[in-house]
């Protein structure tokens, strides 16, 4: 390759920038030692030049390739995929780059093949957002190579595994807790699936609320997250007897159950009061607007990739447990008895 069509080099930007090619390299790793004034000069030279550093003969000589996996459950769900994308945000911050890879169906076997894949193409640990119980059994079957931080809430770490997650138990006491303050007594649950683990947890929270109020807790109503699923349970509401309240486990159920109670002719909160979970994009404009529990993605990335990177240097981080936060809205209101 001719010395003109070569891509630039570090030390092709030394030259520009009259400094050694070591105060390019204490540049690029954004080292404290070097001069405002020179740094400057380094990056103006970087930008005229249009280098990029070559990260994978680095890692030849560093055995260290800053790049991470992040393993996510099929299924286009708002949660996931918003940790997902807060984990690639944050681990971009930190001066890594992430390789994604989506689950068909969280299998023994194809966690085994994507894990593996993921290791051959060098990652230095894993991030698994593993929502179902079947998913992180699978995973403690393959936390041998890399260390892997784990975003579920409810399960219990093992050897390699670490764990981060939202504290889906104090998010359902509160949404519940809002409600009783309102004067409800008869308060539903529309929950998400049995065998995942956030939807135990608001269904352990939202049962222990009510009976440290001394309410009923009457039977779950499991929907499984889609708003068809919301949709299908005012119906049920209806034949059952319409309660004061409902706590639906996610938005997106909740504007199902919206639907369905203005079909009835039920209005919220008039009729009955709502509240929801997610804060999902979108929920400040149902109709009416959604008291919701908010989920704070992008700190959850932020920890997670923190996390990882203690594990990846060799340390034993301390499980971490994000508290979420109520956001009242339009569709509750005191009870009238």
């Known amino acids: ?41 380094v990056r103006r030279a970087i930008d005229e030049l249009g280098y990029r550093r070559n990260l994978s003969a680095r890692a030849l000589v560093t055995n260290r390739t800053r790049v991470i996996g992040v393993v996510v459950a099929r299924g286009g769900y708002y949660g996931p995929g918003s940790t997902s994308s807060a984990i690639q945000t944050a681990a971009r911050g930190r001066g890594y780059a992430t390789i994604v890879a989506s689950l068909r169906d969280g299998s023994p076997g194809e966690l085994a093949a994507v894990v593996g894949m993921l ?5 230095e640990g894993i991030t698994a957002i ?9 995973l403690r079957k393959v936390a041998r190579s890399v260390p892997i931080v ?43 699936p049995d065998d995942w683990f956030d ?14 109020a001394g309410l009923e807790v009457p039977e779950v109503m499991v929907g499984d997250w889609s708003a068809e699923s919301g949709y299908a349970m005012g119906g ?11 706590f639906c486990s996610n938005d997106t159920m909740a504007l199902g159950l919206l639907a369905c109670l203005a079909d009835l002719g039920i209005r919220v909160p008039d009729d009955i009061s709502l509240v929801g979970y997610d804060d999902a994009n979108g929920a400040a404009f149902f109709q009416p607007p959604l008291t919701t529990i908010r989920q704070p993605f992008e700190e959850l990335g932020a920890r997670c990739v923190e996390v990882l990177l203690e594990a990846i240097e ?14 009242v809205r339009r569709s509750c209101r005191r009870h009238q008895n």
């Open 150 to 192: 784990v975003v579920a809430d409810g399960f219990e770490v093992s050897q390699g595994m670490h764990a981060v997650s939202v504290d889906q138990r104090h998010g359902a006491r509160l949404a519940t807790q809002h409600l009783i303050g309102l004067g409800h007594r008869q308060i539903a649950h529309i929950s998400g």
């Open 199 to 212: 939807a135990r947890e608001r269904v352990i929270g939202w049962r222990e609320a009510l009976e440290d």
């Open 1 to 41: 390759m001719s010395e003109t069509s070569r891509p630039p080099g570090m030390m092709d930007v030394a030259r520009l920038a009259g400094v050694s090619h070591q105060t390019v390299s204490r540049v690029l790793n954004n080292a404290d030692s070097v001069r405002p004034a020179t740094r400057e000069k």
């Open 119 to 123: 290791t051959d193409h060098g990652v």
């Open 130 to 138: 593993a929502p179902q119980l079947g998913f992180v059994e699978g």
């Open 314 to 327: 060799g340390h034993e981080p301390e499980p971490q447990r994000i508290r979420p936060s109520l956001r």
């Open 236 to 246: 049920r509401l209806l034949d059952e007897g319409l309660p004061d309240a409902v």
